[in-house]
Structures are given as C-alpha cells and as structure tokens.
C-alpha cells in the first residue's frame, strides 16, 4: 500500500479528495514529488498535515478514515513479519536499542547483503506505519501488535523463523500480494494522467522489491524462481512451489486479453502459456487481499 493508492482508494469515497488537498487538481503531481524534498521522516507530518488541510478542522470522513485504517492494518502487518526476523537475529530494536525477548527467530542469513535487504524492506513499512498514524491521528485504529500476528499461519509454515528458505516463500508471497494490489487500483486513476504516472513509478519500485525476494529464494537454494510470476509445476499460476499460497496467485494464469488469445497469437508457436502468462500482471481484489492477509492474523484479530 502507498500514498497513490490511498489517495485513489479515498477518492472513491470522497470524489473531491484532489479539490481539497489542492484547487488546481493537476497540481496534485507535485506531491508525489515531496520525497525530493523532505525526508522520509518527515512524511507522516507533510501527509498529516496535507488531510487536515483538506479537511479543515472537522474530523476526516467516515470513508476516508475506513480507507487509510485499512492500509495501516496491512503495513502493521508487513512491518512486525520483517521486524521479528531482523530483532531476532540481530537483538536490536528498530531504535538500536537492545531486545533479548526475541527467541524463537533461529535461522540465520547466508551474508551481510540478504539481511541488508530484509531491513531495509523492514523500514519501509515501518515508515508506512508512521506516515499513516500521522495522518489518521485520533482516528487511527488500535495498533496491530506483533502478539495478534500469527506468521505460521496456524501451523502451515511452522518453520517460517527456524527455516530461512520458508522464511523467504513466505515473504514472496506477501510481496506478489502487495504488486497485485496495486495493479488492481491503477485502472481507476486513468482520469487522472498525472497521478497514474507517479503510481505506475511507484508500482514498478515495489515489483523489483518482489523481483528481489525471487532472486534471493534462488540464491538461497536449487531451484530456479523467474523474477517475475511465472506457471508453477503444474501448470497453474503459482510458482512459489507452496501449495498454500494458491490464493496469491489466484488469476495469474489467465492467457486471454483483451477477448485475444495470446498462445499462439499472430501464428507464432513459440508463444507457449508460459509466455502469454509472463507477459501480464493481473490484478488482485480487496476481498481477495484480506482473505489472505487473515491468514496471518490471530482469531479476534481478523480484517473484515
């Protein structure tokens, strides 16, 4: 989840999002551009004090704050998978200070430059978090703490913190997860050219972070992942050779656009399932998104 996509998703429940934020709606592109000009700790506040703005001094919608509640619960969830591996290893919060609590994290990385990875993708989310605690203030949803989460999914990867190699499918799956989530809200911002440009920029960013998930599950063992969704063994969409993250990959084998065919297409044989699958990104629904994320949430903890 990021700033184009909650801005999209609020403009389906608020349609004057972009005329309160800014009178000009066109100048709405240049705060996607605000990160080359403030740091990245200073987002929640320019993103906090861009909302009350734009609402004044009333409280923000209903619909506004469902929206941005919903992006926060799935950055908390996000941010706590990668932070207990990184505290776990290294005995470090996120602050430098020293955390001993952390015990069950037992797998350690193969260098210096795959955990350099996993941390820097675990301060993106927390900067997520903050950006938007900072703009939902009182509004914000309680916490989602590391103690509602359940990364073993009820017992399917029970090794997700003893086993690096489990650790990281289950990482692919949440990064395939986010890039289909995206995908699936860059059709509605067709209206606006300015914005869907930024998001597309953005969206390309967080699809080589899943690109980069593939290529360290294929350093870390025998087997060859494409950077990019591909068939699995069984011909099917899902290519992370674990059966129970079908979900994830639900659609992702679809090989008809736009009413073509594309097996086959123009006559040239060569272009095989594989192919036209490789070829198109498909989108992943809402719904579809907190069925999965749920897995990973304890009972009483649940999105709806």
């Known amino acids: 989840m990021n700033i184009v996509n909650i801005?999209?998703?609020?403009?389906?429940?608020?349609?004057?999002?972009?005329?309160?934020?800014?009178?000009?709606?066109?100048?709405?592109?240049?705060?996607?551009?605000?990160?080359?000009?403030?740091?990245?700790?200073?987002?929640?506040?320019?993103?906090?004090?861009?909302?009350?703005?734009?609402?004044?001094?009333?409280?923000?919608?209903?619909?506004?704050?469902?929206?941005?509640?919903?992006?926060?619960?799935?950055?908390?969830?996000?941010?706590?998978?990668?932070?207990?591996?990184?505290?776990?290893?290294?005995?470090?919060?996120?602050?430098?200070?020293?955390?001993?609590?952390?015990?069950?994290?037992?797998?350690?990385?193969?260098n210096a430059a795959s955990q350099a990875a996993i941390t820097t993708i675990r301060d993106h989310e927390k900067a997520h978090v903050d950006l938007l605690v900072g703009a939902l203030g009182s509004s914000a949803r309680t916490p989602i703490a590391y103690a509602d989460t359940d990364f073993r999914a009820g017992g399917t990867f029970s090794t997700v913190y003893s086993d690096y190699n489990t650790f990281l499918a289950v990482a692919q799956?949440?990064?395939?997860?986010?890039?289909?989530?995206?995908?699936?809200?860059?059709?509605?911002?067709?209206a606006t050219p300015g914005v869907l440009q930024t998001a597309l920029q953005i969206h390309s960013v967080e699809a080589r972070h899943a690109s980069h998930i593939r290529q360290m599950r294929t350093a870390a063992g025998s087997t060859v992942f494409k950077?990019?969704?591909s068939l699995g063994a069984s011909g099917q969409a899902n290519d992370s050779g674990v059966a129970a993250v079908d979900a994830v990959y639900a659609g992702e084998d679809l090989t008809v656009q736009a009413g073509a065919n594309i097996v086959g297409i123009g006559g040239f044989s060569g272009i095989t399932k594989a192919a036209a699958v490789e070829s198109f990104d498909e989108p992943l629904d809402k719904a579809s998104v907190v069925t999965i994320a749920n897995l990973f949430l304890q009972p009483g903890k649940k999105l709806s």
Request: hydrophobic share 40%; net charge neutral; glycine share 8%.
């Open 7 to 110: 801005l999209e998703e609020i403009e389906k429940v608020d349609g004057e999002v972009y005329e309160r934020l800014n009178p000009r709606r066109a100048a709405m592109k240049s705060f996607f551009n605000i990160g080359k000009k403030i740091s990245l700790a200073a987002m929640p506040l320019a993103l906090g004090s861009m909302f009350q703005k734009a609402y004044g001094q009333t409280a923000l919608p209903s619909g506004v704050v469902d929206v941005l509640n919903f992006a926060l619960a799935l950055e908390y969830l996000e941010y706590h998978f990668y932070n207990h591996t990184i505290v776990g290893i290294t005995k470090k919060n996120q602050d430098g200070t020293t955390n001993n609590n952390v015990t069950d994290v037992t797998f350690t990385f193969p």
């Open 173 to 190: 799956g949440f990064e395939d997860t986010g890039v289909r989530a995206y995908k699936g809200q860059a059709a509605n911002l067709m």
């Open 227 to 229: 950077p990019w969704v």
